[in-house]
Each structure stands twice: as structure tokens, then as C-alpha cells.
């Protein structure tokens, strides 16, 4: 028979200053860009994740537990509704944080990030949302969208970029951990995303075009 161990005054104390927190969080882009891998291999390599259905939309839940508490991430994936464009307002509303992904592979999943950004920003407050710009590396597949075309197109959005190898578990992990805490430490701090926010009628095709153009073409 097992005798519970005391718990101490410094335990007690830690957890009184621990905050659960719930998150949710999103992911956008073109359809078959291995958004659902993307999001799978973060929360099933866990083990004891869930998944659910909400308005035929998959959700996926998981817990990331530090010294500061539980962050509880509702992780919604459009489940191949962006292929018909029905995804609704519903998906975006209410959302704290935003990967939004294209492949390396695939110039027109680039192009169209114009349409989830402006998606985007049409439904979620732009001072309220912490968004990641995220290129996917598949296997076997060749890079058509260079490094630093990405990287200075997200720097006009202001923007964090990112690449990500399906393969690398570590990657992984660290896209979503890093927006979850990006998106933690502006609600405790209570700062708006005020970067977003001053690009909300900003032509971003022209960027497109001007972020390739300075970077002189777009192979590897």
C-alpha cells in the first residue's frame, strides 16, 4: 500500500502561481500541403492526445506542462475544407494564435498566402493574433521557393519565418512550442500585435512580386 508523499509548502505554493491557460490555434493554407501531417506528428507523438470533429473541422488537443503551468492547445485543422474555400469564420474566431503554411515545393501554395492572410485578418482582431509563416519541406521534393524569398516576404509582414522537415520531430515541436508561447506571453504581458494590425489593406501580391524581385529569383 502506497502512503501519499506530504506535499510541502513550496509545492503548494508553486501550484497557487501556476496558470492553465487555454489556447487555440490554427492552421491555414492550400489544401495538400501536409497541414494535417504537420499538426499530427506534433500532438500524436505524445500518445495521449485527442482528436475530435467540431462543424467538420478536426480539432486536436494537447497540453504543454512547464514550471508556469498547463498550456491546453485546441489545435484546429481545416480537415481539406480549404479546397472548396468553405472554410468559415467560425474556424478563425476567437483564435489566439496562426500558422499559416505553404510548400517549399509548390509556387502556388506561396502565391496564395495573400488569401489566408487577408482571410485571416478579416475575422481575427490583428492586435489579438500571433501568426507564424511556415514553409513545409517534403521528402523527395524539390525546393522551388527560395529561403530568403520567404523570409523577406514575411519580413514585410512582419512576420516570424520558419522551415520545417517533416522528418525532424525537433521542428516540429519547436513551430508549435514557440508559438505557443509567443501567443502566452503577449496575453500575461496584455500587448496588442500592433504589427499586424497596420497591414490589413496592404496589396501583399505586389509583395510577393517585390520580396522575389529583390532576391533575384526563386530556385534554391
Known amino acids: 500500500m502506497f502512503t501519499k508523499k506530504p506535499t510541502s509548502i513550496n509545492d503548494t505554493m508553486r501550484r497557487k502561481n501556476q496558470k492553465d491557460m487555454d489556447l487555440k490555434l490554427i492552421v491555414v493554407g492550400d489544401s495538400g500541403i501536409r497541414k494535417t501531417t504537420l499538426v499530427e506528428s506534433y500532438c500524436l507523438c505524445h500518445g495521449k492526445d485527442n482528436i475530435d470533429r467540431n462543424n467538420h473541422m478536426l480539432y486536436y488537443q494537447h497540453t504543454i506542462s512547464n514550471k508556469e503551468g498547463n498550456w491546453n492547445l485546441k489545435i484546429f485543422d481545416t480537415a481539406g475544407q480549404e479546397r472548396y474555400r468553405s472554410v468559415t469564420s467560425s474556424y478563425y474566431r476567437g483564435a489566439q494564435g496562426c500558422i499559416i503554411a505553404f510548400d517549399l515545393s509548390q509556387e502556388t501554395s506561396f502565391v496564395n498566402l495573400e488569401n489566408w492572410y487577408n482571410d485571416m485578418l ?6 489579438e493574433i500571433s501568426a507564424t509563416l511556415v514553409g513545409i519541406q517534403r521528402e523527395s521534393r ?3 521557393v527560395s529561403t530568403d524569398r520567404a523570409q ?7 512576420l516570424t519565418y520558419v522551415e ?7 521542428e516540429i515541436n519547436d513551430v508549435f512550442n514557440n508559438l505557443a508561447k509567443t501567443v502566452v506571453q503577449r496575453i500575461q504581458s496584455r500587448e496588442p500585435v500592433t504589427s499586424m494590425s497596420t497591414l490589413t489593406k496592404t496589396n501583399i501580391s505586389r509583395l510577393v512580386i517585390k520580396a522575389e524581385s529583390k532576391v ?5
Open 142 to 144: 524539390e525546393k522551388v
Open 164 to 170: 520545417v522537415n517533416l522528418n525532424l520531430q525537433s
Open 122 to 127: 478579416n475575422v481575427c482582431n490583428g492586435s
Open 152 to 158: 523577406k516576404f514575411a519580413e514585410y509582414l512582419n
Open 216 to 220: 533575384g529569383c526563386n530556385c534554391c
